[in-house]
């Protein structure tokens, strides 16, 4: 037991919460973490006071209510905010939406192959990942000012990190086949 | 309160898409069943054994049944999925699919690819469940199923048998001993469902057969079916 991690769902529908925030709950309390799940439309000071890390978990192909919430994440835009924060899909978008990324339109239904460039939250080479999105981080130079890329597939940028503080974005879903990564963000001190 | 989405629960009758449909029943308004029927023994990716009997099973719970034949060959299999949601959407209006996938990601992104070109939102609250919370979920949603086709060595003796706690019990040094997957998604054994709190009647076997396939695979054939008064 390591303290808190808050996990914020970012699913519109209820019946979505079994499906991309159940998943990331089970691996956390088969590792015996202890966590409390919040919709990011209720995310308020007081549940990031308690937390010591963050986990915003991904939604479905349909789904873009998130983007309607993004200023709920503005707190990560703060020099004083510098808790670990693990962005899955929508999570990873809202992630770099707070440092001037923009979004383009891009869709992956599958298995991906993920080329890591640097070893990332144990992950390292390539690796064949779960993409369900419609949309990805565009490359620009406004990512690469608060960003670090750390892995891709052939269509779009799968992973990122922040270049001053603890912000992991992944675009897969690694509570499907890479559930050690969700793991070691929640073990490791970052 | 918004009113909720309507949607069609892909329904193969045994326990996952029974547990599937139990979600979509407490989270959406469920407008019907889809079924695709096999002809084909070894379907990629549907369940075989017993699916003509879905008629009745749908008609004890009290949904419409859409049901497609298919001739169950990898791809086109797909295509009649999507003719089957497409007939759910012009039919019952429906605005989102409901599946009871588990771990595969080959069924799950097929489907998913289906709904995107039909514009519905597809829901898989089973997704990445543990084998034994799921079988242990199946007694605290008292779904009550039974174990029609065993496929793997080991599990001859299951076939027949009420997926219950003692079930759970009996199939854990198995499970041990032959590396199997106790919830049977990796084709191990398949269910067939036959009450649920949700069923405005249960089904009984009146009559059934075993067949068996050689290589430890035995299928529990169903002849008729009663239902029954609860």
């Not at chain 1, 979505?16 to 990011?40: G, M, Q, S, W």
């Not at chain 1, 690469?144 to 052939?154: D, I, L, M, T």
Request: net charge positive.
């Amino acid at each position: 037991m390591t303290g808190k991690i808050l996990v914020v769902s970012t699913c519109e529908h209820e019946l979505h919460y079994f499906e991309f925030v159940r998943p990331v709950t089970d691996i956390l309390e088969n590792a015996c973490f202890e966590f409390k799940v919040v919709p990011l439309a209720k995310l308020g000071k007081n549940h990031l006071a308690k937390a010591e890390k963050i986990i915003i978990c991904g939604t479905s192909l349909k789904d873009f209510g998130y983007l309607k919430l993004a200023e709920r994440l503005s707190f990560l835009k703060s020099p004083e905010f510098e808790k670990p924060v693990l962005g899955i899909c929508a999570g990873m978008q809202l992630l770099c939406l707070q440092f001037g990324a923009v979004l383009e339109k891009n869709m992956e239904i599958g298995l991906a192959d993920v080329f890591f460039s640097e070893k990332f939250l144990g992950l390292e080479s390539k690796m064949q990942a779960y993409s369900l999105h419609n949309s990805a981080v565009k490359d620009s130079t406004a990512l690469r000012r608060g960003f670090s890329v750390f892995a891709r597939s052939e269509k779009c940028i799968q992973v990122v990190r922040h270049l001053q503080k603890p912000f992991y974005g992944v675009l897969f879903h690694p509570e499907a086949r890479q559930k050690e990564l969700i793991e070691n963000f929640a073990k490791c001190k970052l | 309160m918004p009113a909720k989405l309507k949607t069609a629960v892909l329904f193969s009758g045994g326990k996952d898409s029974t547990l599937a449909l139990d979600y979509a029943l407490r989270h959406t308004s469920v407008k019907c069943l889809v079924s695709l029927l096999s002809e084909n023994p070894e379907s990629f990716m549907f369940h075989t054994p017993n699916i003509s009997f879905v008629k009745e099973q749908a008609e004890c719970i009290g949904i419409p049944l859409l049901a497609q034949k298919t001739k169950g060959v990898k791809e086109e299999e797909l295509k009649d999925l999507k003719k089957a949601l497409q007939a759910a959407k012009i039919k019952f209006g429906i605005e989102g699919a409901v599946t009871g996938a588990l771990a595969s990601v080959y069924q799950a992104s097929r489907v998913q690819k289906v709904c995107d070109s039909l514009g519905l939102e597809c829901f898989n609250p089973l997704w990445q469940k543990s084998q034994f919370g799921l079988l242990e979920e199946l007694q605290e949603r008292k779904i009550r199923a039974i174990v029609a086709g065993v496929f793997a060595q080991g599990l001859e003796g299951f076939l027949g048998r009420k997926i219950d706690g003692r079930f759970i019990k009996d199939i854990m040094p198995v499970v041990e001993k032959y590396s199997i997957n106790p919830a049977g998604e990796g084709g191990e054994f398949e269910s067939f469902t036959l009450d649920a709190p949700f069923f405005k009647k249960r089904l009984e076997i009146a009559d059934s057969l075993i067949l068996d396939r050689g290589d430890g695979a035995r299928v529990l054939k169903i002849e008729s079916l009663k239902a029954v008064k609860k």
